[in-house]
């Protein structure tokens, strides 16, 4: 049996490592994993808005921020399971973590550039629009 890769149309043998989006009880898509961390593979993920993942980042505890106001250089959660768990949830692996050096320094993910892809702005202590800035 194939299914055919939502994104590249691919076809791929279920047995196939993929990503499965699940969408209700018997409803799912099939994903080549070669599209992981990828933007279009975010489009696909059912159930969260943008506005919804930012929420989800905002109760994640904020220890450290390298920000002036201008720039925002870093913004670190502790590299835990429960912080992992939801960037999980957003539709962020573990690979993408270590390949974009996020969790680089071992104890800390920077969640800034995660966090920037649904917002604008940091705010010292959330992630939000600033309606100021385009
Ligand atoms: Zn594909």
């Known amino acids: ?3 055919k890769c ?3 149309n691919k076809e791929l043998p279920v047995d196939m490592t993929q990503i499965i989006i699940t ?3 018997n409803k799912y898509k099939s994903v080549c994993c070669s599209h992981e961390g990828s933007q279009e593979l975010k ?7 943008g ?12 220890i450290d921020d390298d920000a002036d106001g201008e720039v925002c250089n870093y913004v670190l959660v ?7 768990d939801i960037l999980h949830k957003i539709g962020f692996s573990d690979d993408y973590i270590r390949e974009e050096g996020l969790d680089a320094d071992g104890d800390t993910i ?5 966090a920037f892809e ?6 010292g202590d959330y992630f939000g629009d600033n309606e100021d800035e385009e």
């Open 110 to 114: 920077d969640i800034s550039p995660i």
């Open 1 to 3: 049996m194939m299914v």
């Open 6 to 8: 939502l994104i590249c």
């Open 43 to 49: 489009d696909l993920m059912p159930g969260m808005n």
């Open 78 to 84: 502790a590299d835990n399971k429960i912080n992992r």
């Open 51 to 62: 506005k919804e993942k930012l929420e989800l980042i905002n109760t994640m505890e904020f």
């Open 118 to 123: 649904y917002c604008n702005w940091w705010f």
């Open 23 to 25: 969408e209700g009880e």
